[in-house]
């Protein structure tokens, strides 16, 4: 059973956000320092990378623990309310995460994904990670 009242539930997920997020805002403020130069939510790149150097073919994905699944197999016992709609909800995420990988891989694309407390912890060593991957490209 949900804790919260229909209206409260409304109201905390219409401010979950898809784009700007707190873990792609602190990553892409690095990758900017570093004098970096990106497209933020690449609509014309399949996937829409929340971050994608269209030249370099490198998408980079930012994904928060819960909507993109990580550890997944002992995380969805914690589920408590409404838990065949959310189990569904987020083993599609998960095989559409998949399905993006594949597709841009299998057309000459590097993909990067982050997991949100990845970038929190250390986004120093995720933007290394990216910076790297954009020079081994400009070669």
Same mark, same amino acid.
């Given at each position: 059973?949900? *804790?919260? $009242?229909?209206?409260?539930?409304? #109201? *905390? ?7 700007? $997020?707190?873990? /792609?805002?602190?990553?892409?403020? /690095? ?5 970096l130069r990106y497209r933020k939510n690449a609509k014309k790149v399949f996937g829409h990378p929340d971050i994608a ?6 998408? @980079? ?5 819960? %909507? ?5 197999? *002992?995380?969805?016992?914690?589920? #408590?309310? *409404? ?5 569904? #909800? ?9 399905? @993006? ?7 000459? %694309? $590097?993909?990067?994904?982050? %997991? ?6 250390? @986004? @120093?060593r995720c933007a290394d990670v990216i910076e790297e991957e954009v020079k081994r490209n400009e070669l």
């Open positions: 059973m949900d *804790n919260l $009242t229909p209206e409260q539930r409304h #109201k *905390n997920m219409q401010a979950i956000r898809s784009k700007d $997020t707190r873990i /792609e805002l602190l990553l892409r403020q /690095e990758l900017w320092k570093r004098g150097f269209i030249g370099k073919k490198i998408a @980079v994905f930012c994904d928060s623990e819960f %909507w993109h699944g990580f550890d997944w197999e *002992n995380k969805k016992s914690n589920i #408590k309310s *409404n838990k065949d709609f959310w189990i569904l #909800k987020i083993e599609r995420n998960i095989a559409r995460d998949e399905e @993006v990988n594949e597709f841009l891989k299998s057309h000459g %694309w $590097t993909v990067l994904r982050f %997991w949100g407390k990845e970038i929190q912890n250390d @986004v @120093v």
